[in-house]
């Protein structure tokens, strides 16, 4: 690990946590790469970092490559049926082990000179082992591999650093909304397929900034939707209702109240679907909060695992159909990301409602989504403001909604559940809080 930032490094960030305290943000974040390789160095290899679906690797000797951070691994299931992110990198020149994108495999063998490894990682021989190697040391020359992997509601993260805490730790707070949105069925999640990919011209912040809190570009950015009624239902002013949930380390949830009459029921599920959930599994306080009416229509783990449940009613044509997703953002570059996107399903549902949710989240999220297009078009903006020397010189980007007498935004005191919780959507809570995070992990 390296040690701590170098002086003019630690100069902006001081400056940057200052301002951030006004609700300024400097547009140098959107492209900088010093930033970038901070980042690489301080926020991917030291936090929890999102890699896949347990639904993705069923059974022993199943794999799918992930990254973490710019870093290729194979996240596999073992002999033993255990986890393992293995660095996709030989010990002896560093090529790849693993080519393919998914597969089934007891073993890797690198194509370069042959080594092979077990799919635990172990190394487990090589050609002209007796002539060659006969006095190599087996034991010291594995792949390397995350220290610790874990899973919580289905979700498998991985993390780097050998001292991090648990990941139970990691997530605190979030655990509790976690388990409402995936903790529901006892047969519980599998995601449909492979995860969508595609390059998105705009820093790997810029997804996590918006799905952390930013419900308030809705009205603007996706008018074009209001205006054919793809957003039918989100009230007077736009908002569905919608409030930022703040818990601790940076992860933020955007809330709504969901508005289907019956027979939808919680989370606006028709009863073919929440006739299959178990309430019982949550305790008084996470139940009250879908009895009452809430769900969650985003939320971001800090850094870069995002989330995204159907508005009220995603297409004007169909009945309304809840469709989960989860989104990645891979840095690729200072000045690009790769964005994943995986369709989330119950397994008790009907088959018939899930591949009906999943062709509305297609279709609102993806390579071709019309969500999707709006999106990435505002977020490529970034870059080219970050680069220009008179954005710097000039420019602090605004981050004050819902601050102190600028708006109606204010703080629940009745909210049944943890974190802190507004009253309206109108502010930059969640994302000056994940950007507080961002700057204190680039401090440590
Ligand atoms: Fe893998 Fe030589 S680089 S065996
Ligand atoms: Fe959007």
């Avoid at 736009?238 to 029921?265: D, K, Q």
Wanted: with cysteine; charged share 20%; net charge negative.
């Amino acid at each position: 690990m390296t040690g701590s930032p170098n002086g003019s490094m630690q100069t902006f960030l001081s400056e940057f946590q200052k301002d951030l305290a006004q609700g300024l943000l400097s547009p140098r974040v959107w492209n900088d790469p010093d930033l970038h390789q901070a980042e690489l160095e301080r926020i991917f290899t030291r936090c929890w970092v999102f890699v896949g679906h347990v639904s993705e690797i069923p059974t022993p000797g199943d794999y799918v490559l992930r990254y973490i951070g710019e870093d290729q691994f194979i996240m596999v299931r073992d002999e033993q049926g255990e986890i393992q992110l293995l660095f996709n990198s030989c010990m002896h020149r560093g090529s790849p082990v693993c080519r393919a994108e998914k597969g089934n495999a007891s073993h890797f063998r690198c194509p370069y000179h042959g080594w092979i490894y077990k799919n635990s990682g172990d190394w487990n021989g090589a050609p002209q082992r007796a002539r060659a190697y006969r006095k190599l040391d087996a034991a010291a020359w594995g792949l390397r591999k995350a220290p610790h992997v874990d899973t919580y509601q289905g979700l498998i993260f991985a993390c780097l650093d050998p001292e991090a805490v648990s990941l139970r730790e990691y997530l605190g707070d979030a655990c509790w909304y976690l388990d409402v949105l995936f903790g529901l069925s006892e047969q519980g999640t599998s995601v449909a397929g492979d995860p969508h990919r595609w390059i998105v011209p705009s820093n790997w912040k810029s997804g996590a900034d918006n799905f952390v809190g930013d419900a308030y570009h809705v009205q603007s950015l996706h008018q074009s939707l209001l205006e054919i009624d793809v957003l039918k239902g989100l009230g007077q002013d736009n908002s569905g209702g919608s409030f930022h949930i703040a818990v601790e380390g940076g992860h933020g949830f955007i809330g709504g109240r969901r508005s289907l009459p019956e027979p939808w029921g919680i989370m606006d599920y028709p009863p073919e679907v929440f006739s299959t959930f178990d309430l019982d599994r949550l305790d008084p306080s996470q139940r009250k909060f879908l009895e009452d009416g809430y769900g969650m229509f985003g939320f971001t783990i800090f850094p870069n695992l995002s989330f995204f449940q159907s508005l009220p009613n995603s297409d004007p044509n169909e009945p309304p159909r809840v469709f989960t997703l989860l989104r990645q953002w891979q840095p690729k570059g200072p000045e690009k990301f790769e964005l994943w996107n995986w369709s989330v399903q119950w397994n008790s549902a009907p088959d018939e409602y899930n591949q009906a949710a999943y062709t509305a989240g297609v279709g609102a999220f993806g390579p071709s989504g019309i969500f999707e297009q709006d999106d990435t078009v505002a977020w490529a903006g970034g870059p080219p403001t970050g680069r220009s020397v008179f954005a710097r010189q000039t420019m602090k980007l605004n981050y004050q909604m819902g601050m102190d007498g600028m708006g109606d935004y204010a703080i629940r005191t009745d909210w049944m559940g943890p974190g802190e919780v507004s009253t309206s959507p109108y502010g930059d809570m969640n994302q000056r809080r994940w950007w507080q995070r961002w700057s204190d992990q680039l401090m440590s």
